[in-house]
C-alpha cells in the first residue's frame, strides 16, 4: 500500500510539475502573441493619425490658397481690360492684341492629381502698340509691379521715327485651377 501511495504521489508530484510548465510555456507564447498584435496595433493606430493629420494639413493649405485669391480662371476679357489698363496708365495705344492657346506648364515629378491641384496654365497673349521709349519702359514696371501672375517673355522694338517706338510684347498670363 505504502507503494501505491508512494507512486501515486510521485505521479501526482510529476503532473503538479508539469502542468504548471506547460501552461507557462502557453502562457508565454500567448504573451509573446499579445505583443506582437500590440506592436502591430500601435502602427496602424499610428499611420492613421498621420493621415488624418496631412488630410487636415492639405484641407489647411488649399483653404490658405483660396484665401490668397490666386488666378483659377483668367479669360480674355479680363486680359484685355488689364492690359488696355496698364496701356492707359503710360499713355500707350494699342494696335493689336493677339491670343494663343492655353498651355498647361510642365510641373514636378510630383503627381499633382493627388493634390488635388491641376497644373499651372499659361494664357499667351502678344501686344502691339506705339510709344515712347521712356513709356515702354513704365509699362515693363507697371507689368512686374502687377499683382496679377504676368511674365514679359519677348519685346520686340522697332524706331518708328523721331521719338516713337512700335513695340510687339509677348505676355504670359499664368494662372491655375484648385479642385476643393
Sequence with gaps: ?????????????????????????????????????????????????????YEDRKIQLLDQIKLKNFNNVMLQEQIIDLINNHCIKNNIS??????????AVDCAEEDIEQLDIKPFEIQRVTVEFKCSYENLLLFIDTIKNSNVDIAITNIRVINWGDDIIYVTSDLNFYFFNIKV
Aim: charged share 15%.
Design 1 to 53: 500500500m505504502i507503494n501505491y501511495m508512494l507512486i501515486t504521489l510521485l505521479l501526482s508530484v510529476l503532473i503538479i510539475n508539469n502542468v504548471p510548465m506547460k501552461t507557462y510555456l502557453n502562457m508565454k507564447n500567448l504573451m509573446k502573441e499579445y505583443k506582437e498584435i500590440n506592436l502591430t496595433y500601435e502602427a496602424m493606430s499610428s499611420n492613421l493619425k498621420m493621415k488624418n493629420y
Design 94 to 103: 494699342i494696335n493689336n492684341i493677339f491670343f494663343s492657346d492655353k498651355n
